[in-house]
């Protein structure tokens, strides 16, 4: 079946714009998971989505980013005003449901690059 | 969030059999503990994930002793496409309060076949 899918797979922007970020997670699956990759660096999680609530947003850097998901399926992840510092792959992961030992099915991410 | 080490690199001939561990000495009641691997460019994969003693899949096994403060990761017979990098993480499981919703990815283990 369809994985997870993010669009665009690179986004470049000059500093000071904003980008939208798309994940489709896979049909049926509850959970959503924003999480950002720098080069060389571990993931960091940003925001867990359940159905279109988000319970935990504790991993956004600053106000200058922002989620949402509807529908309980597609996902969009805002950052304002965007930084050099933001540059950095963008995945997305779904799961399931919830439960933190349900396994996580990645997208390949949004390659962001702020000139 | 139980913290975990792990060897920051690793070389191996094709055809040997790998194993990577990882620490967690402080591992929670409820924690589980997964693998997920990494090609440059994509997202993570799941491989196989373990609460204690012995889980084994198509891909992998996944040792964890009694005390669960570390677990190992053995590959059978590498090849040359086992090139990647190998996460173990560690998390909370469901209704583990505030913050149950975050997976902490490290830096990972990066691992290099040789022909």
């Known amino acids: 079946g369809a994985g997870v899918s993010q669009s665009p797979s690179n986004k470049v922007t000059e500093k000071g714009k904003d980008v939208e970020l798309r994940c489709d997670p896979i049909?049926?699956?509850?959970?959503l998971y924003w999480y950002r990759q720098s080069l060389g660096q571990g993931l960091e999680f940003l925001i867990y989505?359940?159905?279109?609530?988000?319970?935990?947003k504790s991993g956004l850097p600053s106000d200058r980013f922002s989620a949402e998901r509807t529908g309980g399926s597609v996902s969009t992840l805002t950052i304002q005003r965007t930084q050099q510092e933001d540059s950095a792959v963008y995945l997305c992961?779904?799961?399931?449901?919830?439960?933190?030992?349900?396994?996580?099915?990645f997208g390949d991410g949004t390659r962001l690059s702020i000139l | 969030l139980a913290k975990t080490t792990q060897p920051i690199s690793m070389d191996s001939y094709e055809g040997q059999e790998v194993n990577i561990t990882c620490s967690h000495n402080?591992?929670?009641?409820?924690?589980?503990i997964t693998w997920y691997q990494q090609f440059p460019s994509q997202g993570p994969r799941f491989i196989i994930q373990?609460?204690?003693t012995k889980v084994t899949n198509e891909v992998a096994s996944l040792f964890i002793p009694a005390d669960r403060k570390s677990s190992t990761l053995s590959l059978p017979r590498v090849s040359l496409s086992d090139t990647a990098v190998y996460y173990c993480?560690?998390?909370?499981?469901?209704?583990?309060?505030?913050?149950?919703?975050?997976?902490?990815f490290g830096k990972g283990t990066k691992l290099s076949v040789i022909p």
């Open positions: 992961a779904s799961s399931r449901t919830g439960a933190k030992n349900q396994p996580q099915h």
């Open positions: 049909s049926g699956h509850t959970a």
């Open positions: 989505f359940q159905g279109n609530s988000a319970p935990d």
């Open positions: 402080n591992i929670a009641t409820n924690d589980y």
């Open positions: 373990g609460y204690k």
């Open positions: 993480l560690v998390g909370p499981g469901v209704g583990s309060g505030a913050g149950s919703y975050q997976l902490t």
